[in-house]
């Protein structure tokens, strides 16, 4: 039997919507690499990267009938779940760790300073590491570890208005080295 | 607003990469409706972000895509819409694609059911119909039990009439009767009686050969003459053949008068029909 090779957008997220086999193998094949990408970048080890990844695409399978295309690409839809994923696994991870030490703050402040090396040569990850430090240090709180800015904020002692400034400004500084990327 | 400085402010980084709050996603939900240039940034930095991890990618374990397709197979759809489109589209250039046994399986069961349907509609139609049958049957079944009832009822009327008169036959046919003809007195020659006097018990039956039709408050009486005095010999209402009356020991005539219903002591004489003396 024939593959179809490839599909438009809104074909596959028809098909999945009717739940194709054909379709999900399209997507897995097609978007795998990208999506444990994210996942890696942000969990950091390959093991958990393949269970947050498994779980992520039985995530995207199921909720394919609440994606709704005018609200954003399918794959942006589908990097939210995969960064979503993620970042709960590490905070589980945090939590489980950290069950001796209940000091959150403690927590969080090592968990700023922890950026693994592995990880800020994955994705995304690597274009942020050519930020300027004050912006990149956001991002990485913000995007990659999942930090509100309200947290942020009490975490570095900076005030609210400033992190949000800030934030948007290094993430303005990403999409132009996305550009030249 | 200048839409220039919110698409340079980075709200659109924040909102693609899942950064804002709610008030700031509902802000551009609207405002990506109002402004194409915002939702055109939107699609760019989509694009962008989606393309930069296309050209990074890393594997997972080569198992995974099975581990998937096995946890997920009984999700998958039965017949794959993808491979059922990609047949119809290829039923032009290429030879008729054989049908693999799922989905000759889940034709039998389309028409099956097609079948089942059909069946179900008709069923239910019979069903109507039977239904009105019934009602029509049930209705003339009700109908017919009503007139076996009153029939029967009438034949046991007819029956007890035909006893009756046979017993009068009996009676008036018995040697020991004496019969009193009664004829109509003068001016009422039309009217006529007979009496039937049995000897022995010395009871009294009457036969109404020819009287005039009573009106519903009237009523004949008979009366006997004895020593020359009318006594009561009964009142005559309908019956069939003989009606039999009072028992009178003796006398010499018998008279009927009309009477007012249920009789009167003495005999209204103006209303002497007829009369007749025994022997």
Known sequence: ?181 | MDIQSYISSGAIESFVLGLSDAAEIAEINVLRLEHPQIEAAILAFEKSLEKQALNAPTQPVPEMKQVLMARLKTEFAQIDPAIAEGNKDKQTSLAPVVPISQSSTSSIFKYLSIAAMVLLIASAGLNFYFYQEFQSANNRYSALLIQKNSLEANMNGVQTKMLDMYQSMQMMGDPAMVKVMLPGIKGKEQNMATVYWDSRSKDVYLLPNKLPQLQSNKQYQLWAMVDGKPVDAGMISDCAGLCKLKNIPRAEAFAITLESMGGSPAPNMDQLLVLGKVG
């Open chain 1, 1 to 181: 039997m024939d593959l179809i090779q490839t599909y438009s957008e809104p074909e596959l997220v028809l098909l999945l919507q009717q739940r194709s086999q054909t379709a999900f193998s399209y997507l897995y094949d097609h978007y795998t690499g990208a999506l444990h990408t994210v996942i890696l970048s942000i969990v950091g080890e390959e093991e958990l990267a393949n269970d947050v990844l498994q779980e992520v695409f039985v995530k995207i399978w199921r909720q394919m009938g609440s994606y709704d295309a005018s609200k954003g690409r399918l794959f942006t839809w589908m990097l939210n779940i995969a960064r979503n994923a993620a970042i709960d696994m590490v905070r589980s991870r945090q939590f489980q760790n950290g069950k001796q030490n209940r000091e959150l703050n403690e927590d969080v402040y090592r968990a700023a300073g922890s950026t693994e090396k592995k990880i800020e040569h994955i994705g995304l990850r690597k274009l942020v590491q050519g930020l300027k430090p004050e912006w990149r240090n956001l991002v990485e709180l913000s995007y990659f570890e999942g930090y509100t800015q309200d947290e942020i904020s009490k975490m570095l002692d900076i005030p609210l208005g400033t992190v949000k400034t800030r934030l948007r400004s290094g993430l303005q500084a990403l999409r132009q080295l996305l550009q030249n990327d």
